[in-house]
Nanobody, 126 residues
Framework: QVQLVESGGGLVQAGGSLRLSCAVS??????????MAWFRRAPGKEREFVAA????????SYVDSVKGRFTISRDNSKNTVELQMNSLKPEDTAVYYC?????????????????WGQGTQVTVSS
């Protein structure tokens, strides 16, 4: 079984920063072989792709609304993926989920990911 546990969410004022982390564990599991991503779901809205990173960390992609503000990274020695969020806006308020894809290349569709965390709440006040 594969487990993903997010942390780092909280309440922050607009313009502030947060760093989300996702720890991945599981038996007979090779984290470094798999792509990772962050998605979010805002109140009353559909789940939305935020950022993704391939297995080596050498390629990443972002939704347009966070480009230049968010950075996804991974540490394959620690089985973690992180999302650094700067210049936060009230519209970034959502539950943020990390997801793992059983492939080396990253995708932007939720249906392409096989394991999910429980989510961490991010609230940005104006």
């Amino acid at each position: 079984q594969v487990q993903l546990v997010e942390s780092g969410g909280g309440l922050v004022q607009a313009g502030g920063s947060l760093r989300l982390s996702c720890a991945v564990s599981g038996r007979t599991f090779s984290f470094s072989n798999y792509a990772m991503a962050w998605f979010r779901r805002a109140p009353g809205k559909e789940r939305e792709f935020v950022a993704a990173i391939n297995w080596t960390g050498g390629r990443s992609s972002y939704v347009d609304s966070v480009k230049g503000r968010f950075t996804i990274s991974r540490d394959n020695s620690k089985n973690t993926v992180e999302l650094q969020m700067n210049s936060l806006k009230p519209e970034d308020t959502a539950v943020y989920y990390c997801a793992l894809r059983l492939s080396t290349d990253a995708r932007t569709l939720a249906r392409d990911y096989h394991y999910w965390g429980q989510g961490t709440q991010v609230t940005v006040s104006s």
